[in-house]
Structure formats: structure tokens, C-alpha cells
């Protein structure tokens, strides 16, 4: 006899486990509302773990006079940084400067905007630079003579969802991975959806919601045309965007941006240490965005642009990793996919029961985007609570101060050193990943730790059980691939056994 599913009442159901759907969970719950959030796979499985791992302002939306969204991305920049100095930081960009392409007038008034359309506080301001005397240019083609560098910022994209997740979990939300919303229907001015998991690591259940959120990304106008018939259906444009990783092809710590004859741009960033980052296309894409990898089309595109800066060549032999995701930007009209808008839009219904679908939308301003959408549904809900997000730190930013704070950003070499010195016993390599991951909760990771041993068998270099410990119980992951490419990114530097090793250390959890 098949017992009945688990009934749950929240105020607030999200569909989606990407940074916009982690993100509204927190914000909402952080202003005291009940809130389930559901992801049909890992958090952050899909786009928000495909990014160019950048916080920025996106300077080459300038061109198509998006100013506002370049001005709220830059105010956002440096309030992400200081709630995050763990998992963002800063990052010069050097972009060379191309006889024929954009002028060189052109892109210095561009990059001015660009320093002066928010307030910097951490970040350095544009310059000119001659590669002759300056140790970007090495690794350049000697017909690149000039060019300018910039500050924006990186980021671990996959982790900044966990930690959104995690930040909401212990607010009070309920997290729940591997279980897709299978039907969503109003019932006695409630929604009432039955969830499924997907596999041996949930349950199915009920929720009776007060509200919904839809926030499933390249999923949300199906979504939309299932549960809110009486809106206009919502065009998306899904973009494809792809990387190639390769072996280094520079030393220093400044990341490239280059111009394609095209008009794209693409990026060149130090990753992993041993890697270059090279990325990303822009694609329409009209496929099952379940199905998504790189195209030979693409890696060929990404090298050859590669080739036509660096003194390096490379091939797709060279590339040692790759991955695709979608972008699903609202339709602007633009005919051009590099052009459409990636502003966020929002459809809100209010037939019966409140429903927010979510469109569109980047990594950078997730939490301006997840404060609006709360903004929407929280007074429907007969709750009034003020925005808090921006003066909060997310689990692990409070490397010296318990507030967002520039010190958190500015010292943290402090906080590795001082980490180095308490945790003697590990490899200097092993701490700053620790630290860059999990920030002051390092220390809780660690807790009585007092030599190697404590740390248990090491599964595969670099992978202790105290880790896989730590991440199953604190940070939703299940599966070997959520840890070894979301939560850390040691897959790339492991090989393929890996996996298999994980995932049965993983199955002997209860």
C-alpha cells in the first residue's frame, strides 16, 4: 500500500534552484515568511554554473545604451563583494585595442562611463597601458602595442547559489533538491503542488502555498503558459553560451577581454590555477535546454579568436574542459542575439492566489532582482518587512567583521594567513581553497581538527571524508558531481575514477 505523501504549508513556493530562485528564498524568508524552494536537480545545475564566473557591470551593454542596467550592475558589483569577500574578488581586465575595431577615442570614453556611472570603493579605476612595459603583454602578439585595463570581479558562480540556498535554510526555508514541481493548480485561494523526487535522495509531497515564485530560468515561460493561462504568453530568446578551459596561457593574475570582428567579446581568465577560462559564444538556441553541450563550431570559434591575441596557439585538442549554458533573456525584438536585453522582467498574477513568474536576469543582479520580485509578493502576503539583503553577509563573509564591511574584502590574505597558522597541519594550497570556498567557516569545517588524521581517509588528492562530511550535511549535495564540479572544482583536476569513488563513499551516508 503506497502511503500518502508529506503535506507542507509555507507562505511561499520556489520553483528553481538557480541564483534567482536561491536568492528570492533568502530574501524571503529572511523576512519571515514560510518558504519551500524546489529544484528539479542540483542548485545551481543548469546556468547559473555556466556563467564566466564574473561580477560585473558588462561594459560592452554600453554600446546598445543600456545604461541603467550597467548602473545598477556596477552599484551592485561592490555590495556583492562585500557580502561574499570569500567567494568574489577583484579582477583587472586588460583589453587589447584592434586597428580596425572600435577606436581607441571610443573605448576610452567607454571605460570613463564605466568608472563613474556608481561609486567604487574596492575597485581600482580604468587606465591606459603600453604592453611593452607592462607583464600582460608577454603573452600577446607583438602587433598589440596598447590598450587599457579595468577593474570587475570574479566569482564562484555554483557556490554563490549554495550559500544563497544555505543562508535560507537556516532563515527558516526548506531546501529541496532532486525534486521537480510535477503539477501546480489553485485550490481554495491556496496553490497546491505535488512535488517528486527524483531519485532515492527525496520524498513526494504536497505543498499547500499562499504564493508561488516561478523562477526556473530557460523553464519559466512553459511554466508560465501551464499555471497562469490568463497572462500573455512570454517570449524567451534561449542564447547559448559556451567555454573552453586549456592549459595556462599566461602567468600573471589579470584576466583578457578581446574584440571578434564580429562585435562579440570574449573573455580570457586565470582559473584554477593551471587554466585559462576562455568564453563565452552567443548562440540562439531552440533545442531541449535539458540536452546542452558545446558544439564543435563553437570550440573552433573560441580558439581561433584565442589565437588571433596570443602568442600561444591552440586547438581543440587543447581543451581539456568545456560547458554550455542558456541564457534565457527576454525578447526585445533585437534580431541580434548578442543585443538582447539582460535586464529581468516580471509577470505577477493575481487571479486567485498570487503567482511571480521571473525572466531574464544575471548572476551580478541577482540580489537587486530577488528584493524586487520579494518587494512584489511579500505585501500580498500581508507582510511589510523592509529589504535586508544588502547589509548581510552570506554563510562564511565574516572573515573580521559580522557586517559587509571593505575589510572582509580588502584583507583577505590576512584571514588565509591567520588560517595557515591555526591549521598548520594542512598544505598552504589545501587552506586557501578552503578558504576561498567556505570563508570563516573553515572553522566550523574544521572544528577539533587538530592533525591530518582528524580529517579522515583521503578519497582522491585533495578530497578528505571531513570535507564530503561537511558538504552532504550543510550544503545539499548528494551526488559526486555536485561536489566535484558545483561545490568544489576538483573534477577538472581529477581523473576519471573520481567520480565513482565519491559517489560510493556518498551511498554509505544514512
Not at 56 to 71: A, C, K, N, S, T
Not at 463 to 480: D, G, N, P, T, V
Request: proline share 4%; charged share 25%.
Amino acid at each position: 500500500m503506497t502511503s500518502k505523501p508529506e503535506v507542507v504549508e509555507c507562505d511561499l513556493l520556489v520553483i528553481g534552484g538557480g541564483i534567482n530562485g536561491a536568492g528570492i528564498a533568502r530574501d524571503a524568508a529572511g523576512r519571515g515568511l514560510r518558504v519551500v524552494l524546489c529544484e528539479k536537480d542540483d542548485l545551481a545545475a543548469h546556468t547559473s554554473s555556466a556563467s564566466s564566473k564574473l561580477i560585473h557591470g558588462g561594459l560592452r551593454y554600453l554600446e546598445y545604451y543600456e545604461f541603467g542596467l550597467v548602473r545598477k550592475a556596477l552599484q551592485e558589483r561592490e555590495v556583492l563583494m562585500r557580502m561574499a569577500p570569500h567567494l568574489i574578488s577583484p579582477l583587472r581586465f586588460v583589453m587589447p585595442h584592434r586597428a580596425g575595431l572600435r577606436p581607441r577615442c571610443l573605448l576610452r570614453a567607454g571605460l570613463f562611463l564605466y568608472d563613474h556611472l556608481a561609486t567604487r570603493a574596492l575597485l581600482a579605476a580604468s587606465r591606459s597601458v603600453t604592453f611593452a612595459n607592462h607583464k600582460s603583454g608577454s603573452a600577446l602578439k607583438k602587433s598589440f602595442q596598447y590598450g587599457f585595463i579595468y577593474s570587475d570581479a570574479w566569482v564562484d558562480d555554483a557556490r554563490l547559489v549554495v550559500l544563497n540556498a544555505l543562508d535560507a535554510q537556516e532563515r527558516g526555508a526548506r531546501i529541496l533538491t532532486h525534486t521537480a514541481c510535477h503539477s501546480l493548480q489553485q485550490r481554495d485561494g491556496q496553490w497546491l503542488a505535488e512535488l517528486r523526487a527524483s531519485d532515492q535522495f527525496g520524498h513526494d509531497l504536497q505543498v499547500q502555498a499562499r504564493a508561488v515564485v516561478n523562477a526556473s530560468g530557460s523553464w519559466a515561460a512553459d511554466l508560465q503558459h501551464r499555471f497562469s493561462p490568463s497572462l500573455p504568453p512570454k517570449n524567451l530568446r534561449l542564447v547559448k553560451g559556451s567555454h573552453i578551459v586549456v592549459k595556462r596561457l599566461f602567468e600573471h593574475d589579470h584576466a583578457y577581454i578581446f574584440q571578434h570582428p564580429d562585435g562579440r567579446i570574449v573573455f580570457a581568465i586565470p582559473y584554477e590555477q593551471q587554466y585559462t577560462l576562455i568564453g563565452t559564444t552567443d548562440l540562439e538556441f531552440k533545442e531541449d535546454p535539458n540536452r546542452l553541450e558545446i558544439s564543435d563550431q563553437e570550440i573552433d570559434y573560441l580558439c581561433e579568436l584565442s589565437n588571433q591575441y596570443f602568442e600561444q596557439q591552440i586547438g581543440a585538442q587543447d581543451v581539456v574542459w568545456s560547458y554550455s549554458g542558456i541564457r534565457p533573456l527576454v525578447d526585445d525584438g533585437q534580431s541580434d542575439a548578442k543585443a538582447i536585453t539582460r535586464d529581468y522582467r516580471f509577470e505577477l498574477s493575481q487571479h486567485g492566489a498570487p503567482i511571480l513568474h521571473v525572466f531574464g536576469g544575471k548572476i551580478t543582479t541577482y540580489r537587486r532582482l530577488a528584493q524586487e520580485a520579494v518587494d512584489q509578493v511579500a505585501p500580498l502576503l500581508g507582510v511589510h518587512r523592509a529589504a535586508w539583503t544588502a547589509n548581510a553577509l552570506l554563510p562564511g563573509g565574516d572573515l573580521f567583521c559580522s557586517v559587509p564591511d571593505n575589510k572582509n574584502v580588502v584583507s583577505f590574505k590576512d584571514f588565509v594567513r591567520s588560517c595557515c597558522e591555526t591549521y598548520a597541519f594542512l598544505p598552504e594550497a589545501l587552506i586557501w581553497r578552503y578558504a576561498r570556498q567556505y570563508g570563516a567557516r573553515i572553522h566550523l569545517m574544521l572544528k577539533d581538527c587538530d592533525c591530518l588524521q582528524a580529517m579522515g581517509e583521503e578519497l582522491v588528492p585533495g578530497l578528505y571524508e571531513l570535507e564530503l562530511q561537511y558538504l552532504s550535511k550543510y550544503e545539499f549535495a548528494k551526488r559526486a558531481e555536485d561536489i566535484l564540479w558545483r561545490r568544489t572544482k576538483l573534477g577538472l583536476h581529477l581523473g576519471a575514477s573520481a567520480e565513482s569513488i565519491v559517489d560510493a563513499w556518498l551511498e554509505r551516508i544514512p
